[in-house]
């Protein structure tokens, strides 16, 4: 099973505005040659969700007539999520490709192996670009299509920027680029958080405040970085509800996140206060 840590940058945009942004994509790729692709993805997880509040994902994605089982874990890092992925053959889940994975540990109980089963699927038609800058290589990608869980379904108009080299500069340079030219909107609210919101029939309506996942180990740097990360996902996720029900407790949590970046970046300030 391949493992690696996956880098990108997520970008939201309203569908009557896609031609104005791949214009910009094709125009940073020089003559590009576009792959495009059908992918039928299912995650899985227990009814109770055990996987997702361990911070994993697991799913199986139909690619063509390719099958690619993919185990994720939530980083410390917005941008960055730690991921191992097989091709397998088969459309259904295949534990057995799990076992050097961190996901063993919990996926080998049996408790867990039985209760495991189809959470929700995203189906989207992606288009992809691959962009040389100085430093390496960065894929453009975009989704259109839609997540379906619990008898809901959610639109899926998206942007992907991933680096495949090692630099990051460059990633963040054309992200700039990019959402100066064009309605791009960022966002730190994966498909995965959204389909398992909208299973829970949550999305959409405030959400209060997450802990950041911090551990004895880490430098005040990252501490600093997951605890800012923290905010500003909990600030994106109160956006819908604001945009769908003018919601009052939505506006109050995004408010509440906003506070406590700025607390955060006051705390964490070079000149700060000391304790």
């Known amino acids: 099973m391949v493992a690696g840590p996956e880098i990108e940058l997520k970008f939201l945009f309203a569908e009557r505005d896609l031609a104005k942004v791949k214009s910009l994509v094709v125009a940073a790729a020089g003559a590009p040659q576009a792959t495009h692709q059908r992918l039928r993805t299912i995650y899985f997880d227990t009814p109770n969700q055990d996987l997702w509040n361990q911070g994993f994902t697991l799913r199986v994605r139909a690619i063509g007539e390719r099958h690619v089982q993919t185990v994720k874990r939530i980083a410390p890092s917005s941008l960055q999520r730690d991921e191992w992925e097989e091709e397998t053959g088969r459309p ?13 540990r919990l996926a080998g109980k049996a408790s867990i192996r039985r209760a495991l089963r189809p959470a929700f699927e995203v189906v989207v038609e992606r288009t992809s670009f691959m962009l040389e800058s100085g ?7 975009f989704d259109q ?18 680096w495949k080299s090692d630099d990051r500069s460059a990633l963040f340079n054309l992200a700039r680029v990019f959402v100066s030219q064009a309605p791009l909107y960022p966002s730190l609210i994966s498909k995965a958080v959204r389909a398992h919101l909208l299973a829970a029939g949550a999305w959409g309506r405030a959400a209060k405040s997450s802990k950041p996942r911090l551990d004895k180990d880490m430098t005040c740097r990252r501490a600093f970085q997951e605890i800012c990360r923290t905010c500003l996902h909990d600030f994106h ?8 029900f003018d919601n009052v407790e939505a506006l109050h949590q ?5 506070r406590r970046l700025r607390a955060a970046m006051t705390l964490f300030k070079t000149d700060g206060p000391r304790f």
């Open 92 to 104: 259904e889940l295949d534990l057995g490709r799990i076992k050097n994975t961190p996901l063993a």
């Open 135 to 141: 430093a390496g290589w960065i894929e453009a990608s």
């Open 145 to 162: 299509g839609a997540i379906e869980a619990n008898g809901e379904k959610l639109g899926v108009n998206e942007l992907e920027l991933e």
């Open 237 to 244: 996720l109160n956006l819908p509800a604001l945009e769908k």
């Open 254 to 258: 995004g408010r509440i996140a906003m």
